[in-house]
């Protein structure tokens, strides 16, 4: 159940720290580091909504334990106006629930340390927040914006997570199946038969047939004519 403004104060109260408490089940808060110094104190009850001065003097003048004691009303504590260990506690934990919705709403970078202290870092985030509903930008997180900013981390929450879970189930796992495996089949395996085998046919075998055989034909033998010897005559 989350917070309605109609009820009394005190059970507005004390529905919101449980109702702020179920929205960031799911984190784990660090203890109260140490004890509040009165500045510390002041800063967180101011940034809480409630009138004090941030000064570092003692926690004892009127106005800040009417502050002390309206924060103790609110959330079933015994309203002594002394900021003891139980109302440090109860200080720190809203503190931490504060910043764990602002991280999960406002989602301010660095995220917000969830530690006991309303400082700087978380007074912006809480500015940012009332940016994003076009609230006046006081950096003070009251009883009002904590209720809203609860429903808005509930919603935040049970939101179904859209996380990347990697099951991209891929339609073709890739098995490294080739289609056709090569098995080095050559399609014509090369035996080496050439086109013709040369056989040295040659084309005409040279026979050395002489054309003629010369026959050493004499043209004609010379006779030897003896031109007429010329006879003296007396």
Known sequence: M????????????AICLISSSIAVSDTVFAARQREYTPQQFRAVLNGLGYKVKLTNTPLTDEETKKAIREF???YKLSADGIVGPKTQDLAASIIQILQSNLNAVVKPYPPLPRDQFYGPQTQAAVKEFQKKLQLQETGIADLALRQKL???AKKVIEQPTTKPTPTATPTAKP????TAKPTATPTAKPTATPTAKPTA??????????????TATPTAKPTATPTATPTSTP
């Open 2 to 13: 989350w917070c309605g403004l109609e009820k009394s104060s005190v059970t507005i109260a």
């Open 72 to 74: 103790q009303k609110g």
């Open 150 to 152: 609860n429903e808005e």
């Open 175 to 178: 098995t490294a199946t080739p």
């Open 201 to 214: 046919t040659p084309t005409a075998k040279p026979t050395a047939t002489p054309t003629a055989k010369p």
